[in-house]
């Protein structure tokens, strides 16, 4: 009976780390690729859910307790309006607005009370989220006259990782506030 002599078990012990080294790489590189897509996945699932919410507070803006215009400014990064989003028939300013691709919402619930800033999404990569329409559907030359604005475009590019493929994912929907014309 012969035995494998010492250089015939560094060769098969050399092949055998190769063969589980290959396999782990592999592993773990599939792993990082699955963990990046559900978390492009999260990150779109929550835009979503951010444009469903900023498209249901829009569309029921109203004027202020006071009587102030429903909306209060805008610009491409910022929107701030008036609506009862909790219904307890209090009205509250709204303030939607991005900073440094950070998307947040600021909420007064009462006038002269203090803003309560939530953070909604860290993944949002265009700079303008809001474009503004008239009654003509044409787009809005002088933000500072409000009572132009009849049709808001929300528009959202989502990417947890823009340094990465796939690339931006774009959100997009027109609001017609009810209570403006």
């Given at each position: 009976?012969?035995?494998?002599?010492?250089?015939?078990?560094?060769?098969?012990?050399?092949?055998?780390?190769?063969?589980?080294?290959?396999?782990?790489?592999?592993?773990i590189s599939f792993y990082n690729?699955?963990?990046?897509?559900?978390?492009?996945?999260?990150?779109?699932?929550?835009?979503?859910?951010?444009?469903?919410?900023?498209?249901?507070?829009?569309?029921?803006?109203?004027?202020?307790?006071?009587?102030?215009?429903?909306?209060?400014?805008?610009?491409?990064?910022?929107?701030?309006?008036?609506?009862?989003?909790?219904?307890?028939?209090?009205?509250?300013?709204?303030?939607?607005?991005?900073?440094?691709?950070?998307?947040?919402?600021?909420?007064?619930?009462?006038?002269?009370?203090?803003?309560?800033?939530?953070?909604?999404?860290?993944?949002?990569?265009?700079?303008?989220?809001?474009?503004?329409?008239?009654?003509?559907?044409?787009?809005?030359?002088?933000?500072?006259?409000?009572?132009?604005?009849?049709?808001?475009?929300?528009?959202?590019?989502?990417?947890?990782?823009?340094?990465?493929?796939?690339?931006?994912?774009?959100?997009?929907?027109?609001?017609?506030?009810?209570?403006?014309?």
């Amino acid at each position: 009976m012969r035995g494998f002599t010492l250089i015939e078990s560094l060769i098969y012990i050399a092949i055998f780390t190769i063969v589980i080294i290959t396999i782990y790489q592999f592993a773990i590189s599939f792993y990082n690729s699955n963990e990046f897509r559900l978390q492009q996945t999260q990150a779109i699932s929550e835009g979503r859910t951010i444009l469903s919410e900023m498209s249901r507070e829009i569309k029921e803006i109203v004027n202020s307790e006071n009587g102030d215009y429903p909306i209060s400014s805008a610009t491409a990064t910022s929107l701030a309006f008036y609506s009862d989003i909790d219904k307890d028939y209090n009205i509250e300013e709204i303030r939607w607005f991005l900073q440094e691709n950070i998307l947040s919402k600021g909420v007064i619930e009462t006038p002269g009370g203090n803003e309560i800033i939530t953070i909604y999404s860290e993944n949002i990569r265009n700079n303008q989220i809001f474009t503004y329409y008239d009654s003509s559907n044409q787009l809005v030359p002088n933000l500072n006259i409000l009572t132009d604005i009849s049709l808001i475009e929300i528009n959202l590019q989502v990417n947890i990782n823009p340094f990465a493929a796939p690339g931006d994912f774009t959100l997009k929907t027109l609001v017609k506030p009810r209570n403006i014309d």
